[in-house]
């Protein structure tokens, strides 16, 4: 297979993940999209790396997951949080923490 139709699917789940961020309202849907964008990022990197020859976009794509796997656990949290004061998980009642 053409390491390229990687990058073509890359750019394909970044472009879905971030229609997602734009046009969704619900927390969780959010962050499911910004997980997606993350794991296209990472391919990107995983095929340049395997284009190059070398194993540095592969060690950049390990921190990014173990950076993403922070970012799940402080994102649920914010999120749990908003929901258990507002009982929705709506995008839109995040401003209304600052009362």
Do not use: H, W
């Amino acid at each position: 297979m053409n390491p390229y139709n990687y990058l073509y699917l890359s750019a394909l789940l970044f472009t879905i993940g971030a229609i997602g961020v734009v046009v969704r309202r619900n927390a969780i849907v959010v962050f499911m999209c910004i997980e997606l964008m993350l794991n296209a990022a990472n391919l990107t990197l995983v095929t340049f790396s395997r284009i190059n020859g070398t194993l540095d976009g592969q060690v950049v794509a390990f921190f990014t997951m173990v950076v993403a796997a922070c970012e799940v656990v402080v994102g649920l949290a914010i999120i749990v949080a908003i929901y258990r004061s507002r009982r929705s998980a709506s995008v839109d009642d995040a401003s209304l923490l600052k009362r």
